[in-house]
């Protein structure tokens, strides 16, 4: 059975930096595209970034690109998203997910396995 654990979710105020990590289990890790979404209160779920199985590529939203950074260690089966100069709408539940076949890195219903999600909460 797949279990994935968020966790480094928080509160944090404008401009501060969260480390979010993703820990799998129950599935060969390396094998997986790992991607992040995240869910604004009465908004639809959106892409934020994911990396290829092996690490060397990784895909990020317009909106993230330049403060956010997403990296996996396949020894630890567990894949981070490091968050710096967060603003009141990255506040999201933030979620990772799964993928070994889908090509689109993007597209959240490419994703086989999903985790629980971690609150991030920005003040301003």
């Known amino acids: 059975q797949v279990h994935m654990v968020e966790s480094g979710g928080g509160l944090v105020q404008a401009g501060g930096s969260l480390r979010l990590s993703c820990a799998a289990s129950g599935l060969t890790f390396s094998r997986y595209v790992m991607g992040w979404f995240r869910q604004a209160p009465g908004k639809e779920r959106e892409f934020v970034a994911a990396?290829?199985?092996?690490?060397?590529?990784?895909y990020y939203a317009d909106s993230m690109k330049g403060r956010f950074t997403v990296a996996r260690d396949n020894a630890k089966n567990t894949v981070y998203l490091q968050m710096n100069s967060l603003k009141p709408e990255d506040t999201a539940v933030y979620y990772c997910?799964?993928?070994?076949?889908?090509?689109?890195?993007?597209?959240?219903?490419?994703?086989?396995?999903w985790g629980q999600g971690t609150q991030v909460t920005v003040s301003s």
């Open positions: 997910a799964a993928n070994s076949i889908g090509p689109a890195w993007t597209v959240q219903y490419e994703y086989e396995y």
């Open positions: 990396i290829s199985s092996s690490g060397f590529s990784t």
